[in-house]
């Protein structure tokens, strides 16, 4: 027996799935690591944690498999990682930065200045990643200025994805969705973008060398392949961005899909068959393949804001052992709307649609009757009314969304989902095994052995469950969501 490993390299974890015939999972196992936050705004995570993560979470998988299964052989590694990340490399090879993250808004300054400018929205236009801190593009003009010595004596600038690789196989390359999100790629010419390197005045040799999703690498390092338990042979094929496959994975890839993920930070995105950017540049367009584009928007305000929630607040009334289950419990007890009791979750900034760093968290409406669940409920209301704020937009650039496809963690949750399709008014499909960016990463191994000859025909077999909106419960929504919109423009001036 054959199977395939997808590998997500995320933001909270990284986790390894193995996939049999029909994409029947095999095994699995995640391994956490931690977010670094020395100093206000500034959100890094360690190269070495996270690669060593990576070869532990497929160490493990492979060792359950080979525990239940006689005769299996592994085929392939597929990888999906999460996007935006920067690491300066010295000649060396050895980091001289911890992976700067989606998360850091320390070059909020470089990246308000360059969308003020002519040239912002040209680059936008060009390289279909909105003008904001998490843009490697910005991380870059921030460390010119504030780490010279740092910035001059780089020999590369990479992702976490091609630190991986590099350990693996003593290359640097990058898959054209992860360099899609970059800034300094061009979407339309699948090159980097010289304009953009000039401004933050780089060459494209310190950077990798992009190629398709569907990239096969071998030969790896013999004594890291040992550690995983795998042959040196083994195919490595590059993926691409937790995003893009996200969408593949969830198989949101025909007119009128939209797929919603809510991990560590949230999005909504959609495919097309041409690279398509706003004219507010409120939307990203990334590449996946040269005809295939995913167009969307991302919110910091995901299950961040929960946990900053349950850490700040504490769990009351604790059914279980897990207590993002217990919140949601409690949330349930609360009729849709929190009675009018209204919350803006940009507690770390916000991207789509809004792109400023320096939004701010606020609950409005509070009464003397609400009580703490029915903040507990609100919570979870706003971090879905900033997804449908960038869905409005999406709806209108890339078409009307007919179904939504759910993929992460909050998807296993009935109390999330279910307000997902109140608040769009649409059908919600939750796919059995929910975690599209790592399913996403198998299709490409799929896709690049020659076994679909496009994604389309990849068939599912794994049960899923579908969720009908409410109707009155979307008008409720509504009549909130009304108010969530005019509050961020009465405000957003006191940020």
Known sequence: MDYIIGVDIGTSGTKAIAFGDAGKVLAQHHVGYSILNPQPGHFEQSPEVLFKAVIDAIAATVRSVNSRLNRVKLTGVGFSSAMHGLIALDKQHQPMTHCIIWADTRSEPFASKLKASPDGFDIYSRTGTPIHPMSPLC?????????????????????????????????????????SATGLFDIHAL?????ALDLVGISPGQLAEPVPITYVI?????????QMGIPVDTPFIIGGSDGCLANLGSHAITPGDAAVTIGTSGA???????????????????????????????VNSGG?????????????????SNPYEALAEEAATVPAG??????????????????????????????????????????????????????????????????IHASGG????????????????????VHDHVEGAAQGAYMTVLKAFGMLSDFSEFEDEAPQKVYAPHVGNHRIYMENFGRFERLYDKVKDEF
Do not use: C
């Open 139 to 179: 991380k870059l003009g921030w460390m010119r200025e504030h780490l010279p010595a740092v910035f001059n004596a780089a020999y590369k600038f990479i992702s976490i994805k091609e630190f991986v690789f590099f350990k693996l196989f003593g290359r640097y390359v990058v898959d054209e969705s992860i360099a």
């Open 191 to 195: 090159t980097w973008y010289r304009p």
């Open 218 to 226: 071998s030969g790896m390092d013999q004594r890291v392949a040992g």
């Open 268 to 298: 909504i995105r959609m495919m097309s068959h041409i690279p398509v950017t706003d004219e507010k540049a409120r939307t990203f367009s990334y590449v996946l393949t040269p005809d295939m584009f995913v167009l969307g928007g991302a």
């Open 304 to 320: 961040v804001v929960l946990q900053w929630y349950k850490d700040t607040f504490g769990v009351s009334g604790v059914s279980g």
């Open 338 to 403: 929190a009675a009018g009791l209204i919350f803006l979750p940009y507690l770390a900034g916000e991207r789509a649609p809004h792109w400023n760093a320096e939004a701010k968290g606020l609950f409005f409406g509070v009464q003397m009757h609400h009580r703490r669940s029915y903040f507990t409920r609100a919570v979870f209301e706003g971090i879905i009314y900033g997804l449908y704020s960038v869905g409005k937009v999406l709806d209108g650039i890339a078409g009307p969304i007919q179904v």
């Open 410 to 429: 909050f998807a296993r949750a009935t109390l999330w989902v279910q307000l997902l399709a109140d608040v769009f008014n649409k059908q919600v499909i």
